[in-house]
C-alpha cells in the first residue's frame, strides 16, 4: 500500500498528513480552500481540485472531517468517494462520527468491493503533531491488519475494537470519560479558588496523585495561563457528547454527568466560544461565581 487519499486537513488531519509523508507514503489530499494547506503541499503532499480526483487511483483513503453531514458529503455526494474510488480500496473513516454512518458506509462499500474500517482517534493535537495517537478500529479484522502500517504511521497505541462501528462505540466511551474528568478538573480548580488557594501550587500538589489525570496534565496549565486555543474545538466535543447520549438513550441508559457536562458547554456555544478549546469550560464556573 503506497498510495492514499486524504480528506481532512485540519488542525489534526495535517500533522497526520505529514507523519504518513514521512512515513513513505504517497499522499494525495483534497481541501476546500487550497492556501489552508500549502505548507503540506510544500513538504511534498499532492493537491487535488476535486475529491474523485484525489482518491480515484488510491490503494486506501483516509477521511478526518468535522460532523456526521460532513462525512455524509464525503462519502454519498455524488461523484465523491464511493463513486470515484476503485474495487478494493480500503476506506478508514477517522471522523468521530455516528457508529450507524460508519455501518451505512461499510454496507455500501461491500456492495462495490471496498474495504471500510472506522478508526476513530484519541490523543488531540499534540498526539496528531508526534504520531503517538490512540486509534480505535472497527471492521473486518483481515483489514485491520492490512492497513496497520498507515496506523502505525499515525499512532502508537492502536487496538481492534470489533465489527464497523465499535471504532466509534470505543471513541464515544472515551470522549464520555474526559467529559467527566475535565469538569472535575474545572470544578475542583474553581472550588480552591474561592477558598483562596494558589492554583499552581495545588495543581503541583495533586497531579501525582490519586486525583492525576491525563486532563489534568494536558489542560490544567493551559486553564491556569488563560490558554484557551483548540487543540480539539469545543464544537466538536459537543458532537461527540450529543452522538454519545443517542446511542446511550438506544440502549435505555441514563448518562447523567454527560448530560450535565454537555449542557454547560452547549451554554457556552450559545455566548460564542464554540470555536474555542475544551479546557474553555472553565469559563462556566468563572461565570456562575460572577453571578
Known sequence: MKKIGFIGVGIMGKSMVRNLIKAGFEMHIYARTKSKVEDVVNEGAIFHDSIAECVKECEAVITIVGFPVDVEEVYFDKGNILDSVQQGTYLIDMTTTSPMLDQKIAEEGKKKGLHVLDAPVTGGDIGAKNGTLSILVGGEKADYEACMPLFEAMGTNINYQGGIGCGQHAK?????????????????????????????????????????????????PKILEGDYAPGFFMKHFIKDMKLALTEANMSNINLDVL?????????????????????????????????
Do not use: H, P, W
Not at 195 to 207: A, E, F, H, I, P
Not at 267 to 288: C, D, M, N, P, S
Open 172 to 220: 464515544l466511551a472515551n470522549q464520555i470519560m474526559i467529559a467527566g474528568t475535565l469538569s472535575g478538573v474545572c470544578e475542583a480548580f474553581t472550588y480552591a479558588k474561592a477558598k483562596g488557594l494558589d492554583l499552581q501550587t495545588l495543581l503541583d500538589s495533586v497531579s501525582t496523585g490519586a486525583a492525576g489525570s491525563k486532563q489534568l496534565d494536558t489542560f490544567g
Open 259 to 291: 448530560s450535565q457536562v454537555l449542557a454547560n458547554y452547549e451554554l457556552l456555544r450559545a455566548e460564542g466560544y464554540g470555536e474555542l478549546g475544551t479546557q474553555a469550560l472553565i469559563k462556566y464556573y468563572e461565570e456562575e461565581m460572577e453571578e
